[in-house]
């Protein structure tokens, strides 16, 4: 089965379980102190506003399964061009305190513009909201260089403040399909982004020895039915994986030199729910240092306009 349910967690639990993954690595990595402070503030923002949203009502969307089913078999991802309404009112006051986090937590001033640009009307949060949840990603980079904005922060935080309401429109969606033409067209998925959103996976979690995709943005997961790459499909012998520490096999990276791409790898005992899957991302960050010095690269987001 391509797609893989990962349910939520409550609160007290994911903390918990965040807590224990964070001292493992510091204690294999303590110069990461600093980057995990923040990712602890960062999360613990996500995840109130994630309790607000499951206190509330998501938007009724008009995405019958026969037209996501379609949607699915042509390549295109279910969230990919819909009008879909945001809590606005809700998301806004997080952006802001995501931002603060940010400014005291090492972003400093790039930060801090951002936070009064959202606060002077300067940048339109909404707007903000749409152009993250529809990855258009050279929209946010173009109106944030146009404004004199950091356009890596801007995304970041645009992310963050997204993730939880993708996160539970994708389990609304997918998380427990009874439509069989839906759930045929799920369980064909093979493609190397999203199903939900069209994100690339952040890491590749290895479970029971179940290679599973996990999106970087709403936590969606899928299991390939090839060991290929994500990104070109290719299986030849330009497409290696290797563990760059050979005492931690446990901890690869897939690289591709036929597009130049690569996957972070890590084997777990279960996935990650929902936020905590950031946590498998910076704790493989030598994995990225060890591809990107070997001239690999993550690709930017898909664009799915011409196939809406």
């Not at 890596?152 to 996160?167: H, I, N, R, S, T």
């Not at 994100?199 to 290679?211: F, L, N, Q």
């Amino acid at each position: 089965m391509p797609y893989v349910p990962v349910f939520g967690q409550k609160t007290p639990i994911l903390t918990e379980a965040a807590d224990r993954r964070w001292a493992g690595v510091l204690a294999a990595r303590p110069d990461l102190e600093p980057a995990i402070a923040l990712q602890r503030r960062l999360l613990g923002l996500v995840l109130d506003l994630d309790a607000t949203l499951a206190g509330g009502k998501l938007p009724r969307l008009s995405l019958p399964p026969k037209y996501l089913a379609a949607k699915l078999g042509r390549g295109v991802p279910a969230f990919a061009g819909e009008p879909i309404p945001l809590p606005i009112a809700a998301m806004r006051p997080i952006l802001l305190r995501l931002c603060d986090a940010l400014a005291t937590g090492g972003a400093g001033d790039a930060a801090a513009h951002i936070q009064g640009a959202i606060e002077s009307g300067q940048m339109d949060a909404g707007s903000l909201f749409a152009a993250s949840l529809g990855r258009n990603q050279n929209a946010i980079r173009s109106g944030a260089a146009h404004r004199g904005l950091s356009p890596d922060l801007v995304w970041l935080v645009g992310e963050l403040a997204v993730a939880p309401f993708v996160y539970r429109l994708q389990q609304t969606l997918f998380a427990d399909v009874a439509d069989p033409v839906l759930r045929a067209a799920l369980d064909a998925w093979d493609r190397g982004y999203c199903a939900a959103c069209g994100s690339w996976p952040a890491v590749a979690e290895v479970v029971g020895g179940h290679r599973t995709l996990r999106c970087s943005f709403c936590s969606g997961a899928w299991e390939p039915t090839q060991y290929a790459c994500i990104y070109c499909g290719d299986t030849g012998a330009t497409f290696v994986t290797a563990a760059p520490n050979a005492e931690r096999k446990d901890r690869r990276v897939e690289v591709c030199s036929n597009c130049g791409g690569y996957l972070k790898t890590i084997d777990l005992p279960e996935l990650s729910p929902f936020p905590l899957l950031s946590i498998s991302d910076i704790e493989t960050t030598d994995l990225d240092v060890a591809a990107m010095e070997h001239g690999y690269q993550r690709p930017a987001v898909k664009d799915f306009a011409a196939r809406r």
